[in-house]
């Protein structure tokens, strides 16, 4: 199986990044109050009330076809809703990109819902980058740069704290993992493992998940072979591997092999 999670398409990412423009250009543009006193005295156009119709009935579907997935994966109900979350978040930029919050100006209600929606998408994002892929670091990313843009979210700022907390494995938390435990039970128990962080020792028939301890480099190692035709945990090591010296991890023996 791919626990790779879906990268965002260049339009998801060219739509966020005109956002953050747009933001950015109005954090120092003179004149930013007089335009937003003169655009809030307009009345909103039959386009705009269409098409937050729109992004609305789109998020609500797109949020039941996601717990769908979870419950049961389809290949084609992922593709589906793929296609689907890409479209949503082009438009979703677009719709905040023609009326971009101002600095010192105070969000109209629309803003506001706009914007926790987008936030809500950076959210779905994020998890998907450590429950598929375990990327703490890419998760944490996401969540500051969606503060840039939503520094008020609170679910934003308990997202991010939670993605710290657990980017570092914990003695605690390593200890409940146990001989003879397969793949599954163990990404249950810890996480899935980051995959650049995962290694395959063909020669000796062992695969070993790496689990950073620290910022420094330390990491615990989970280590599976195969016994009676199963993938199984034969050896769960904390203190496997530290930055110095510099070498690599020794690959311990399974247990057939002692």
């Given at each position: 199986?791919?626990?790779?999670?879906?990268?965002?398409?260049?339009?998801?990412?060219?739509?966020?990044?005109?956002?953050?423009?747009?933001?950015?250009?109005?954090?120092?543009?003179?004149?930013?109050?007089?335009?937003?006193?003169?655009?809030?005295?307009?009345?909103?156009?039959?386009?705009?009330?269409?098409?937050?119709?729109?992004?609305?009935?789109?998020?609500?579907?797109?949020?039941?076809?996601?717990?769908?997935?979870?419950?049961?994966?389809?290949?084609?109900?992922?593709?589906?809703?793929?296609?689907?979350?890409?479209?949503?978040?082009?438009?979703?930029?677009?719709?905040?990109?023609?009326?971009?919050?101002?600095?010192?100006?105070?969000l109209s209600e629309?803003?506001?819902?706009?914007?926790?929606?987008?936030?809500?998408?950076?959210?779905?994002?994020?998890?998907?980058?450590?429950?598929?892929?375990?990327?703490?670091?890419?998760?944490?990313?996401?969540?500051?740069?969606?503060?840039?843009?939503?520094?008020?979210?609170?679910?934003?700022?308990?997202?991010?704290?939670?993605?710290?907390?657990?980017?570092?494995?914990?003695?605690?938390?390593?200890?409940?993992?146990?001989?003879?435990?397969?793949?599954?039970?163990?990404?249950?128990?810890?996480?899935?493992?980051?995959?650049?962080?995962?290694?395959?020792?063909?020669?000796?028939?062992?695969?070993?998940?790496?689990?950073?301890?620290?910022?420094?480099?330390?990491?615990?190692?989970?280590?599976?072979?195969?016994?009676?035709g199963r993938t199984?945990?034969?050896?769960?090591?904390?203190?496997?591997?530290?930055?110095?010296?510099?070498?690599?991890?020794?690959?311990?023996?399974?247990?057939?092999?002692?």
């Amino acid at each position: 199986m791919d626990w790779s999670p879906r990268r965002p398409s260049r339009a998801r990412r060219h739509g966020a990044a005109l956002l953050c423009g747009a933001l950015l250009l109005l954090m120092g543009a003179p004149g930013c109050g007089r335009r937003a006193a003169e655009k809030a005295a307009r009345p909103e156009s039959s386009e705009s009330q269409t098409e937050w119709a729109w992004l609305q009935r789109t998020k609500a579907d797109l949020d039941a076809r996601r717990a769908r997935l979870a419950a049961q994966p389809d290949p084609g109900l992922q593709k589906e809703t793929q296609a689907l979350s890409d479209e949503l978040n082009r438009r979703l930029a677009a719709f905040l990109n023609a009326d971009p919050p101002v600095q010192g100006e105070p969000l109209s209600e629309r803003q506001k819902a706009a914007l926790r929606m987008k936030s809500d998408e950076e959210i779905y994002l994020a998890r998907t980058w450590i429950e598929q892929g375990g990327d703490f670091q890419r998760a944490i990313d996401i969540y500051k740069e969606a503060l840039v843009v939503d520094p008020d979210n609170p679910r934003l700022k308990e997202e991010l704290a939670r993605a710290e907390a657990r980017r570092y494995m914990t003695r605690e938390t390593f200890a409940q993992v146990q001989k003879g435990m397969e793949p599954d039970e163990v990404r249950r128990l810890l996480g899935a493992p980051n995959l650049n962080n995962v290694r395959s020792y063909p020669e000796r028939g062992v695969t070993g998940w790496f689990y950073p301890r620290n910022a420094s480099g330390d990491a615990a190692a989970v280590w599976f072979h195969k016994e009676d035709g199963r993938t199984v945990v034969y050896l769960a090591d904390f203190d496997a591997v530290h930055p110095q010296p510099a070498a690599p991890a020794p690959v311990p023996a399974p247990r057939s092999a002692a």
